[in-house]
T-cell receptor
Framework: AQTVTQSQPEMSVQEAETVTLSCTYD???????LFWYKQPPSRQMILVIR??????QNATENRFSVNFQKAAKSFSLKISDSQLGDAAMYFC?????????????FGTGTRLTIIP | DTGVSQNPRHKITKRGQNVTFRCDPI?????LYWYRQTLGQGPEFLTY????????KSRLLSDRFSAERPKGSFSTLEIQRTEQGDSAMYLC?????????????FGDGTRLSIL
């Protein structure tokens, strides 16, 4: 079974600065997908960024980028130019690429606080 | 795209009662998922449907839990004889299988409180 570990329960960053959230995972599969989701307080979970394991190039979405290290099974999220609206719980998630195994396996989350 | 809709937003009930939640996925999405999220934890997978077929159920889904998706549209999750440990946020998500890496889109969730 796959597991996802987020070792930072809480992180804080000064507004406009850069912060990196850590995520490691364990799997015996070679093909899979990784996601970062954001869950603001009392609001729905939304996708921040995704990465296909077969792609060596790290995904980037505006101020959000990942550092995907497949051999180390590491998938960190970097948020540049942090904004107050980035404050939320951030969840790292894994999904197998095998058809019929569509469920997401989530980590325990990192609560990000933005300091004005 | 009106997003994934879940009803009710909150449900408070006494232990032992039955509850039913509804999820309306994004209209063109053929996959629908249920997750449970307890305080301070990430969501845990419960079950998922491809159209009307229930393809996978987690061990978390005890025999008191049942999910349906008639006609491959909306889905219901029923919990019979609720217990204190059922208190959680129940999240629904949907996706489209047209491409292999399609992300799941989540609803606002139904928060269940057992008295």
């Amino acid at each position: 079974a796959q597991t996802v570990t987020q070792s930072q329960p809480e992180m804080s960053v000064q507004e406009a600065e850069t912060v990196t959230l850590s995520c490691t995972y364990d799997t015996s599969e070679s093909d899979y997908y990784l996601f970062w989701y954001k869950q603001p307080p009392s609001r729905q979970m939304i996708l921040v960024i995704r990465q296909e394991a077969y792609k060596q190039q790290n995904a980037t979405e505006n101020r959000f980028s990942v550092n995907f290290q497949k051999a180390a099974k590491s998938f960190s999220l970097k948020i540049s130019d942090s904004q107050l609206g980035d404050a939320a719980m951030y969840f790292c998630a894994y999904r197998s690429a095998n058809f019929g195994n569509e469920k997401l396996t989530f980590g325990t989350g990192t609560r990000l606080t933005i300091i004005p | 795209d009106t997003g994934v809709s879940q009803n009710p937003r909150h449900k408070i009930t006494k232990r032992g009662q039955n509850v039913t939640f509804r999820c309306d996925p994004i209209s063109e999405h053929n996959r629908l998922y249920w997750y449970r999220q307890t305080l301070g934890q990430g969501p845990e997978f419960l079950t998922y449907f491809q159209n009307e077929a229930q393809l996978e159920k987690s061990r978390l889904l005890s025999d008191r839990f049942s999910a349906e998706r008639p006609k491959g549209s909306f889905s219901t999750l029923e919990i019979q004889r609720t217990e204190q440990g059922d208190s959680a946020m129940y999240l629904c998500a949907s996706s489209w299988d047209g491409e292999s890496n399609q992300p799941q889109h989540f609803g606002d969730g139904t928060r269940l409180s057992i008295l």
